[in-house]
Nanobody, 124 residues
Framework: QAHLVESGGGLVQAGDSLRLSCAASGRTLTTYTMGWFRQVPGKEREFVAHISWIGGNIRYADSVMGRFTISRDNYKNTMYLQMNSLKPEDTAIYFC?????????????????WGQGTQVTVSS
């Protein structure tokens, strides 16, 4: 059983940057696809980005392309999301997720493990 913990969220102004981290414990997730999703109350969980286990397959949602960068450090069992040029519409709870088998996917239902989420609030 993998345990994921997100950190790095907070309250920032539009145009600012934040770096989210997702630390994994319980098992090594080196070969797992990892992803970031976000959710606003009352709406479905939304895909943000995913990264394959060796980092060669990366995909972003159109809404964050060019502003967000996903990365991972398999030695530290940690994934990151660098968020630049933040906008008020980026406000959400951000979740990290891990998928054991099947490769990269933008669908939340394909992921096996989830963190508890970290709040990101961007003021205008």
């Amino acid at each position: 059983q993998a345990h994921l913990v997100e950190s790095g969220g907070g309250l920032v102004q539009a145009g600012d940057s934040l770096r989210l981290s997702c630390a994994a414990s319980g098992r090594t997730l080196t070969t797992y696809t990892m992803g970031w999703f976000r959710q606003v109350p009352g709406k479905e969980r939304e895909f943000v980005a995913h990264i394959s286990w060796i980092g060669g397959n990366i995909r972003y949602a159109d809404s964050v392309m060019g502003r967000f960068t996903i990365s991972r450090d398999n030695y530290k069992n940690t994934m990151y999301l660098q968020m630049n040029s933040l906008k008020p519409e980026d406000t959400a709870i951000y979740f990290c997720a891990a998928r054991a088998l099947g490769g990269s996917s933008p669908f939340s239902s394909d992921y096996d493990y989830w963190g508890q989420g970290t709040q990101v609030t961007v003021s205008s």
